[in-house]
Each structure stands twice: as structure tokens, then as C-alpha cells.
């Protein structure tokens, strides 16, 4: 009989040792699951960046990586519109913009996006937090197309992670050219 005592523990001590070993692995997927969602990316507003740097557990959306990124632009207004500054035309405005990006200087890039992003946003050091922790090092841009007062173009940002592409549309207004949207997406040609 006390074979039999001394093999049922031992089997006990097998179980237990399986159970504490799947709760482990349990334990290490959900800290990597959650560690894999808290990594910055492009939000469309900026609460959800400022959210994201307060909680980093916190799960959402890489900017412009969901419905909200993806929107259409709401109507253009002259009036309210982000303008290009005096003397630039739409190719050097988006390669101004974004070697401030690469050069640090986020504000100055903050001024270059269309206001309803700057809005999103919610301010320039909103956007620098945000875009920042990208670790953007270099991009391209496609060429430019026109279609009426309308200037197209499509440029990509490389980060470590992946590259993110948005289409920039520039719209001229007699003499002045405005930023009119700018939206996830695109093929740099």
C-alpha cells in the first residue's frame, strides 16, 4: 500500500507542476499580448496619443490606422485652411514638412499639416509626443499629379516598425496654395 500512496502523490506533484506551468504561460502570453498593443503608432486625434503615453497598457489604433485615419476629410474652406507658406509650392512644402519631422522640429511640421489634423492632434507638443516615438529616419515622396487647382502626393515615412504612406492634396486659391487633406494611404510612385 505504500507504493501506491507514494505513486498517488507523485502524481499530484506531476498535476500541480503542469497546472503552475500553463498558468505561467498564460501569465507571459497576456504580458506580451499587452506589451505588443501599448506600442505607440499614428492616431488619428491626439487623446488618443496623450491616453496612449499616460497608460502605456493602453490598446488602440496606429494614427490614421483605423476608420478615423482613413476618413474623408471634411470640406475645404479657404477662410480656415492651413496655408503653404509664401513662396513654396506643394513639393517643397511636404519635403519641408517632413525633414522637420526627421530634423526635430515638430512644431514647424505641426504648422504644415491641414487644420482638421492639427485639430486631431489637439496641439503641436500632442503631435511631437506622437510622432516622436514613430523614430522616423527617412522618406520618400511620389510624384506629383494635378487634377484641376488640385496637387496630389503620396509620401512614406520609414520607422523601424513599417513605413506609413498618406496622400497629400494641395489646393491652390488664386494665388495661394493651401494644404486641403491629408489621408493614410497611398503608392509612392
Known amino acids: 500500500m505504500p507504493e501506491e500512496t507514494q505513486s498517488s502523490n507523485q502524481q499530484m506533484i506531476v498535476y500541480a507542476l503542469i497546472a503552475i506551468a500553463v498558468l505561467l504561460a498564460a501569465i507571459i502570453g497576456f504580458m506580451i499580448y499587452n506589451q505588443s498593443k501599448a506600442l505607440p503608432g499614428p492616431t488619428a486625434d491626439g487623446s488618443a496619443a ?3 503615453a ?3 497598457s493602453t490598446a488602440t489604433a496606429p494614427a490614421g490606422m483605423g476608420s478615423a485615419g482613413t476618413a474623408a476629410p471634411g470640406p475645404f474652406d479657404a477662410k480656415t ?3 503653404v507658406p509664401a513662396g513654396m509650392t506643394p513639393e517643397q512644402a511636404l519635403k519641408a514638412y517632413n525633414e522637420d519631422i526627421i530634423g526635430g522640429k515638430f ?3 505641426y504648422k504644415l499639416l491641414p487644420l482638421d489634423k ?3 492632434y489637439v496641439s503641436a507638443s500632442a503631435y511631437e509626443q506622437q510622432v516622436k516615438a514613430y523614430g522616423i529616419t527617412s522618406y520618400k515622396t511620389g510624384t ?3 487634377s484641376g487647382t488640385d496637387v496630389v502626393i503620396v509620401s512614406e515615412q520609414v520607422t523601424p516598425q ?3 504612406t498618406y496622400t497629400w492634396t494641395y489646393t491652390k486659391v488664386g494665388n495661394t496654395w493651401y494644404v486641403k487633406s491629408r489621408v493614410m494611404g497611398g503608392t509612392v510612385q
Open 50 to 52: 496623450t491616453q496612449q
Open 54 to 56: 499616460a497608460t502605456p
Open 81 to 83: 485652411a492651413a496655408k
Open 107 to 109: 512644431a514647424e511640421a
Open 118 to 120: 492639427q485639430t486631431s
Open 144 to 146: 506629383p499629379t494635378t
Open 162 to 164: 513599417m513605413p506609413i
